[in-house]
């Protein structure tokens, strides 16, 4: 149980373009979900926190209008890269806590790789 | 700045043996200890966590070990397998935002 899937698992956009991440939670609710990013060799890094029906909140550094989250429903987050560029390349993970209190931990969407060309 | 310092960066280890792998934290308002289990092109996996009020947890080859008053936990995999080549991570968690290790790539060498 506790599934989140990721999709795509991998997108090549030309730069300028806007890309799209979805993350849905299959068998539960995710009130929050969590954005991160990846790079080669690297830890994750937060970049947002989502939660149904509000705004995101943005770790510092992290460009709010060039990553725009949105969380419409309790079982889908969307991270939208607009006007990509190849330093946007990166591994984008999402995860969601399966309950507040922490005592079942996280599932980990299986990741979406972009590529900006 | 990393709340959550993880070494080795990377480790080999013979087939059967045993890896290692510490981290330390800060944060006295961590509560929760996962340790993740990455593959290329995946997202992390759950491999075992811990919380503060417990010394050790064991889960088939997988152990983690806690000390509270040094503020380290690490985690050890047991008669290690090819299998388990992967990278390695530790976090830490309070209000259910997770800061992650560096990472740790494991290689088993057969």
């Known amino acids: 149980g506790a599934v989140v899937s990721q999709h795509p698992s991998w997108v090549i956009c030309k730069s300028g373009t806007s890309v799209k991440i979805e993350c849905r939670s299959l068998d539960f609710q995710a009130t929050t979900m969590f954005w991160y990013r990846q790079f080669p060799k690297q830890s994750l890094m937060l970049m947002a926190t989502s939660n149904e029906g509000s705004k995101a909140t943005y770790e510092q550094g992290v460009e709010k209008d060039k990553f725009l989250i949105n969380h419409a429903s309790l079982t889908l987050s969307t991270l939208t890269v607009t006007s990509a560029h190849p330093e946007d390349s990166s591994f984008y993970i999402c995860?969601?806590?399966?309950?507040?209190?922490?005592?079942?931990?996280?599932?980990f969407g299986s990741g979406t790789r972009l590529t900006v060309v | 700045q990393q709340q959550v310092k993880q070494s080795p960066q990377s480790l080999i280890v013979q087939k059967g043996g045993i890896s290692i792998i510490n981290c330390a934290y800060e944060n006295t308002a961590f509560d929760y200890f996962p340790w993740y289990q990455q593959f290329p092109g995946k997202g992390p996996a759950l491999l075992i966590a811990?919380?503060?009020?417990?010394s050790e947890k064991k889960e088939g080859r997988f152990t983690i070990s806690f000390n509270k008053s040094a503020k380290q936990f690490s985690l050890h995999i047991m008669d290690s397998q090819p299998g388990d080549s992967a990278t390695y991570f530790c976090?830490?968690?309070?209000?259910?935002?997770?800061?992650f290790g560096a990472g740790t790539t494991v290689t088993v060498r057969a």
């Open positions: 995860s969601a806590p399966r309950n507040r209190g922490n005592s079942d931990g996280y599932t």
């Open positions: 811990i919380r503060p009020d417990v």
């Open positions: 976090a830490a968690s309070h209000d259910y935002k997770l800061s």
